[in-house]
């Protein structure tokens, strides 16, 4: 049979197949082979004996957490408490990008911006949304609803951003943990322990940890790069061109012309020099 695992505790995998969830085991010869399922994994399985045969190949993988298969990512961002990082934001799509996972910018806290500050930050997503980045706003809970629709989802984002409070929006039933924020500290408190999958508007979505793992080290120069996609909107006569020191770089001019924000290709810059 085929399923797909839906929570992880202990040497136990629970699967999900026709509306029922099995609680099995793996085969022997996966831990002599290192082989680790994770939730989200399609699986083959033998529900008489409750026992995993063999993990189906994955769309992408993601370590920390270990979670797979992920259509889409609602990155949850909030303005304020804490303050809006672009710096982790854009670390966040080219992660996403890089990982062939559609990113959604999920902005929260907007009641709690000025009206002087809002200026500035209405600036920042036309950009966001011009260079083709969906950007939705968590009081949008019927839209996101509807985003969910035939999807695998995953909300992640910085701690303390409201990530559980909007899946309990869109579930009360769910009634997940939510921690305060810690002013001293500026960020939220770590609550949720447990990746699951719950089903919601013929789709799932992923209530995670948060992906503690960004680093963005083991990719290439050149894959870094292809993650910025307003890059390519102004090709360079190098074709190689890396948008560092190269003369006559059609990317540094339109960064020079605002065309291109500075923020975004500061963090480029910063990026690529994870790099191995």
Not at 40 to 60: A, P, Q
């Amino acid at each position: 049979m085929k399923g797909q695992i839906v929570k992880n505790s202990s040497d136990l995998y629970f699967i999900s197949f026709e509306d029922k969830i099995y609680p099995c085991k793996c085969r022997g010869i996966f831990r002599k082979e290192h082989i680790t399922p994770v939730v989200g994994d399609y699986v083959l399985f033998n529900k008489d004996k409750l026992l995993v045969e063999k993990i189906l190949d994955r769309k992408n993988y993601f370590e920390r957490p270990r979670v797979s298969n992920i259509d889409q990512a609602f990155l949850v961002t909030s303005l304020k408490e804490p303050d809006l990082s672009l710096n982790l934001l854009d670390k966040f799509l080219s992660l996403m990008e890089l990982n062939h996972v559609k990113p959604i910018i999920c902005l929260t806290k907007k009641d709690l911006v000025s009206d002087d500050e809002w200026i500035n930050f209405e600036g920042i997503i036309s950009y966001y949304e011009n260079i083709g980045y969906q950007v939705i706003y968590n009081t949008e809970i019927e839209r996101i609803k509807r985003l969910l629709s035939g999807k695998t989802s995953v909300f992640t984002g910085q701690t303390g951003v409201g990530k559980s409070s909007l899946l309990n929006r869109l579930n009360p039933n769910w009634n997940l943990e939510v921690g305060e924020i810690s002013k001293a500290l500026g960020r939220g408190k770590h609550t949720t322990r447990v990746v699951e999958l719950f089903s919601i508007n013929d789709g799932k979505v992923m209530d995670t940890p948060g992906f503690s793992s960004l680093e963005l080290r083991n990719y290439k120069k050149d894959e870094i790069r292809s993650s910025f996609l307003e890059f390519s909107l102004y090709p360079c006569i190098y074709k190689d061109c890396t948008h560092t020191n190269e003369v006559e770089c059609n990317v540094k001019k339109h960064v020079i012309s605002h065309d291109i924000l500075e923020s975004r290709y500061e963090n480029y810059l910063s990026f690529i020099k994870e790099e191995k």
